[in-house]
């Protein structure tokens, strides 16, 4: 069983400026998935672990943590925009690494720098999940849900009032259908959804792992203050 684990971290960001490589509780923010990658790997015997960005600096970032991660792959510039997709990136990195090592690898972890608040617990038992359901394509992270679309979640009609975003005839919140929050921290594929040529990760066959602790994106500034508040000051019940 082959095991490739992405690392994309693509150096432009217009929201937070460096944020791949931004410190946050003394570490570049990337360290944290670079570390948890190693600990993955050591797992299983034919693992690989590979950045895929177009950014010098963390490059050399990730060269002086001097874990063993496969820098080379250079993401082609058309990979590397606002407007380029994940799954087009994982695949070009995929490609790369096979050819590379003569080899095809049967699942890809992709771990999400920006969604650094994982576990080497939700790894494997993620991982656990999918071997499990040989019907499952793919699994990925998430979180319950704050806002449920059957109940408190609302978008325009045609005739450009407002309603429900999905229909059903729910008085609580807690007696529509549970939905979740995608958080992005990590989503693991096996080889056949790349063979089927999906082009996101919600597919039909699709599991989902359900985060039994804190997991949140940092898209905005303050979400860099607020998780570097829990790491500084030992909020967080579990080690990242």
Known sequence: ??????????????????????????????????????????????????????????????????????????????????????????????????????????????????????????????????????????????SPANRNPYFNMVEEDEFGYFTTSKKGAFLTRQSAPKVYDVNASFYIYRNTFFINNFKSAITGKSLIYEVPHPCFDLDHPIDFDFMEFLLSNNKLNFEI
């Open 1 to 142: 069983m082959a095991i490739l684990i992405t690392i994309c971290a693509r150096g432009g960001s217009k929201g937070i400026p460096g944020k791949n490589i931004k410190m946050i509780n003394g570490k570049p923010l990337i360290y944290y998935s670079i570390r948890i990658a190693t600990e993955f790997a050591r797992e299983f015997e034919e693992t690989k672990v590979v950045l895929s960005t177009d950014d010098d600096q963390i490059k050399m970032i990730v060269d002086d943590f001097n874990l063993g991660i496969d820098t080379e792959y250079q993401r082609p510039k058309f990979l590397a925009t606002d407007t380029a997709g994940k799954i087009e990136t994982i695949k070009d990195v995929k490609k790369y690494s096979e050819e590379k090592s003569n080899i095809i690898f049967d699942y890809v972890l992709d771990l999400d720098v920006t969604s650094p608040l994982r576990t080497l617990g939700d790894l494997k038992n993620a991982f656990d999940l999918l071997r499990n359901d040989i019907n499952a394509y793919n699994i990925f992270s998430v």
